[in-house]
């Protein structure tokens, strides 16, 4: 299961499917880099290295054009070589079906090989500015890489059906891919916690009801996330109490009190915390905001710099109605804590939530990719 590595959400709901395939007594052995990697060995999988394929980063933590174009040649060797050491690892492995999120190359390798494959993807399109030459080259690019994702059997989308898809800025009005795309639902961990857990872990961080809560939730990779959980921890309010998760795998795991906030390097119950809090401040990642949906959390989501996917799932949340897309130059303490009285003081958020919280319970987007799987591998 080749998997996405920069930040977690692709390797944390990689995993849910991975327990579902367990749980019918089928094996898994996984592929990925960065942060994926550490998250997926650290939750018992066999995983192998590989190098990461990915945008450029700029000094100042956001995904760089320029760098990125510099890097091209370099990136199609390397994607070259990706695709020789899947097939490598396909001939060791002989796995039966190859079920990738996010990453191409191990698509290419299984087809050359004939081997079936399926991808988990919620970014096909690569999205540009909106005018010119830039729109002809977006749609071209878009167009392209669908024909390659559509060497899959089928090409799932973690997403809802139109017109409450939130990549629909990323997947949408595809022709070379359209008739493979098939939208599963929402991935997630999401599980009822014990009621005494939850209880200890309201007492350990004094939540009594009597403040609303907001649970900070900053995913992506290294550099990213410095100075947005700097200004987070800022955002001081009598009303509220601010949880934040660092998201750095292999960090600390006992929370730190800073201020009126309380800080995790690596927090082990986030989940518990997504149940508790009343309001998500998140990234702009699909898993992300897909879980806050799924928990009935209205969000403030706060994409990194220049991450058009990140971008994108932003503006459809405001679309929406489901939270509040805060641009990154306009993240400071005080203007986060206008932000969190505006979304704690307007009933229409939670409303909107609730409703797609209640359209997404009618997906199993893990039974329907655990099936896919187990049809792949009977063929």
């Known amino acids: 299961m080749p998997t996405f590595g920069s930040g977690l959400g692709h390797a944390t709901r990689m995993a849910s499917v991975a327990n579902g395939l367990k ?5 898994v052995h996984f592929s990925s880099f960065k942060e994926g990697l550490d998250y997926l060995t650290q939750s018992g999988y066999p995983c192998d290295s ?21 890097r091209m040649p370099k990136m199609f060797a390397r994607f070259s070589k990706h695709v020789k050491l ?72 973690p997403d809802l059906s139109p017109p409450y898809t939130i990549a629909s800025k990323n997947v949408g ?14 991935i997630s961990s999401n599980r009822s916690s ?37 200004e987070i921890s800022r955002a001081v309010s009598e009303r509220f109490v601010l949880i934040i998760s660092g998201g750095m795998p292999g960090g600390l795991t006992e929370p730190v009190r800073i201020g009126n906030s309380w800080f995790f390097e690596w927090c082990p119950i986030r989940d518990e915390l997504f149940e508790i809090a009343d309001y998500a401040l998140i990234r702009g990642g699909h898993s992300t905001i897909t879980k806050s949906i799924s928990l009935g959390k209205p969000m403030l989501v706060l994409p990194i710099p220049n ?73």
Request: with cysteine; proline share 3%.
């Open 86 to 157: 899947e097939a490598q690892r396909i001939l060791k492995l002989r796995p039966k079906v190859i079920f990738s999120d996010s990453r191409l190359s191990p698509i290419i390798a299984a087809t050359l090989l004939g081997l079936p494959s399926l991808s988990l993807l919620n970014q096909i399109r690569v999205l540009l500015p909106k005018h010119g030459i830039f729109r002809l080259a977006e749609q071209a690019g878009a167009e392209i890489f669908g024909q390659l994702w559509g060497l899959s059997r089928e090409i799932l989308i």
């Open 194 to 230: 014990e009621s005494d857990k939850i209880a200890k872990i309201r007492k350990s961080l004094e939540i009594d009801g009597r403040k609303q809560v907001f649970f900070a939730q900053i995913s992506g990779p290294s550099g990213t996330k410095e100075r947005l959980i700097a």
């Open 23 to 27: 749980s019918k007594g089928l094996s």
């Open 50 to 70: 590989v190098s990461p394929i990915d945008v450029a980063w700029s000094a100042e933590g956001h995904p760089s054009v320029g760098l990125t174009l510099q």
């Open 307 to 379: 991450h058009t996917e990140q971008i994108g799932n932003a503006e459809r949340v405001e679309e929406l109605g489901l939270g509040i897309y805060l641009r990154s130059n306009d993240i400071s303490g005080k203007k986060l804590i206008e932000s969190m009285e505006m979304i704690a003081s307007n009933d229409s958020y939670k409303s909107k939530v609730d409703h797609l919280k209640k359209i997404s319970s009618e997906y199993d987007a893990v039974a329907t990719c655990v099936e896919k799987i187990s049809e792949a591998y009977e063929k």
């Open 173 to 186: 009005r595809i022709s070379s891919v359209g008739n493979k795309m098939r939208y599963v639902g929402y």
